[in-house]
């Protein structure tokens, strides 16, 4: 799965991990404003840096009712967006592809939905570029 795929939608991507006390707490949240805002263009996307992988996320995300979309990240990924210097943190981004936000630690439903639903109505009330 790349970001690429989800070109067009704004994306809350959260790196996080079972272990991480904060992360757990984030995603009840999260699962509600994927729900609330999926019809809308949103969606979020979940990187899990658990070394364990996938024997420990596939429970967790079935336990948790994750719905929306969870991958398992390396070091690699983490890079990509600067290394992680704490867990959780989350980008949102545009359907640009544009980083808007950076969310590092745990924060309250109300600041993501405020981010998100801003995203959403910037992007819709852009002007089109000219042919």
Not at 2 to 24: S, Y
Not at 105 to 130: C, H, N, Q, V
């Given at each position: 799965?790349?970001l690429?795929?989800?070109?067009?939608k704004?994306v809350?991507?959260?790196?996080?991990?079972?272990w991480?006390?904060?992360?757990?707490?984030?995603?009840?949240?999260?699962?509600?404003?994927?729900?609330?805002?999926a019809?809308?263009?949103?969606?979020?996307l979940?990187?899990?840096?658990?070394?364990?992988?996938?024997?420990?996320?596939?429970p967790?995300a079935?336990?948790?009712?994750?719905n929306?979309?969870?991958?398992?990240?390396?070091?690699?990924?983490?890079?990509?967006?600067?290394?992680?210097?704490?867990?959780?943190?989350?980008?949102?981004?545009?359907?640009?592809?544009?980083?808007?936000?950076?969310?590092?630690?745990?924060r309250?439903?109300?600041?993501?939905?405020?981010?998100i639903?801003?995203?959403?109505?910037?992007?819709?009330t852009?002007?089109?570029?000219?042919p």
């Amino acid at each position: 799965m790349r970001l690429a795929d989800f070109k067009g939608k704004v994306v809350l991507l959260d790196f996080w991990a079972t272990w991480c006390a904060p992360c757990r707490e984030e995603i009840p949240a999260f699962v509600e404003l994927q729900k609330q805002y999926a019809e809308q263009g949103f969606t979020l996307l979940g990187i899990s840096l658990d070394d364990e992988g996938a024997a420990v996320v596939k429970p967790f995300a079935r336990q948790f009712g994750i719905n929306y979309p969870v991958v398992i990240g390396n070091t690699e990924v983490s890079a990509a967006y600067g290394g992680m210097q704490a867990l959780p943190t989350a980008f949102l981004i545009g359907r640009d592809g544009r980083i808007l936000e950076a969310f590092v630690g745990d924060r309250a439903r109300p600041d993501f939905e405020r981010a998100i639903r801003s995203a959403l109505r910037r992007d819709r009330t852009a002007p089109k570029p000219e042919p």
